[in-house]
T-cell receptor
Framework: AQSVTQPDIHITVSEGASLELRCNYS??????LFWYVQSPGQGLQLLLK??????LVQGIKGFEAEFKRSQSSFNLRKPSVHWSDAAEYFC????????????FGTGTRLTIIP | NAGVTQTPKFQVLKTGQSMTLQCAQD?????MSWYRQDPGMGLRLIHY???????DQGEVPNGYNVSRSTTEDFPLRLLSAAPSQTSVYFC????????????FGNGTRLTVT
């Protein structure tokens, strides 16, 4: 069964600083990987996804993520964070057709300080 | 666009009571799912449906029932509420299953006393 690990429960960064949120997955074949963001009191919104091809994927709100098969990682990055990026971020993995289940990590809460 | 609508937003139940959490989507999505979100545990899949008349269990299905009589609606039933079911519940839908971007409702916060 697939699994996702987000090792950082809470990260604090200064506004304007760069950001990297870590995500590691466990699955034997090529996974389908996602990053979702949850603002306080809201549902989740898709930031970006990786299915195949270019390992660096661009998403909304200036986010990008890089798939590294050798490290089983799919880390989320942003070169310069804004106060509005404060939220909880979830990495998720889906596997082969026939398994219609999206498995989420436990999330990383991002705090932005002025 | 309404998207995914969940009702109610808040609910308090006593142990043993039953209730139904409603979820409706107006995007003609085939895939719908229910998740629960608990602190430190992320989102865990309860049940999902790949189309009307088809449902299947997720990671934590015990204590919950679902049905999918129409494409639009996917209600979640708690038959006999327990304090362990205190959580925030999210309904999500997508065009073609877990690989398509999920559209989430705003959640139902349930407290069981």
């Amino acid at each position: 069964a697939q699994s996702v690990t987000q090792p950082d429960i809470h990260i604090t960064v200064s506004e304007g600083a760069s950001l990297e949120l870590r995500c590691n997955y466990s699955y034997g074949a090529t996974p389908y990987l996602f990053w979702y963001v949850q603002s306080p009191g809201q549902g989740l919104q898709l930031l970006l996804k990786y299915f195949s091809g270019d390992t660096l994927v661009q998403g909304i709100k200036g986010f990008e993520a890089e798939f590294k098969r050798s490290q089983s990682s799919f880390n989320l990055r942003k070169p310069s964070v804004h106060w509005s990026d404060a939220a909880e971020y979830f990495c998720a993995v889906a596997t082969s057709l026939g398994n219609e289940k999206l498995t989420f990590g436990t999330g990383t809460r991002l705090t932005i300080i002025p | 666009n309404a998207g995914v609508t969940q009702t109610p937003k808040f609910q308090v139940l006593k142990t043993g009571q039953s209730m139904t959490l409603q979820c409706a989507q107006d995007m003609n999505h085939e895939y719908m799912s229910w998740y629960r979100q608990d602190p430190g545990m992320g989102l865990r899949l309860i049940h999902y449906s790949v189309g009307a008349g088809i449902t299947d269990q997720g990671e934590v299905p015990n204590g919950y029932n679902v049905s999918r009589s129409t494409t639009e609606d996917f209600p979640l039933r708690l038959l006999s509420a327990a304090p362990s079911q205190t959580s925030v519940y999210f309904c999500a839908s997508s065009r073609q299953g877990a690989f398509s971007p999920l559209h989430f409702g705003n959640g139902t916060r349930l407290t069981v006393t």
